[in-house]
């Protein structure tokens, strides 16, 4: 199996050798270039995040902040929030808050 996080260039070396006498032969390297499977999950920095909030906080003030990291690469490594209205805490309007 090849495993990009390992290593993410294979260099083979190709040879050819034809029927003829004195044997001709030509050689040339390949080079095999791995691209990312998306094969490792978003990891945060901690399994568990408390905070408390005033209820005289501004709207839109920073309450917390999550932050994952994912061993993938590119667009595979990209971590982004998206909602979860199943879980929502804030109910009635879900869209401007940090859903947990």
């Known amino acids: 199996m090849v495993y990009r996080e390992s290593m993410d260039v294979h260099y083979f070396r190709v040879t050819a050798v034809d029927d003829s006498f ?41 309450v917390v902040t999550l932050k994952a990291t994912d061993q993938d690469v590119d667009k595979n490594g990209e971590v982004r929030q998206t909602p979860d209205f ?3 805490i804030f109910y009635g309007n879900c869209e401007r808050f940090w859903l947990i």
């Open 22 to 62: 004195p044997p001709r032969s030509g050689t040339t390297t390949l080079q095999i270039n791995v691209i990312d499977a998306n094969d490792h999950p978003p990891v945060f920095e901690s399994s568990n995040y408390q905070a408390s909030v005033r209820e005289s906080v501004p709207v839109g003030s920073t």
């Open 86 to 88: 199943k879980n929502c």
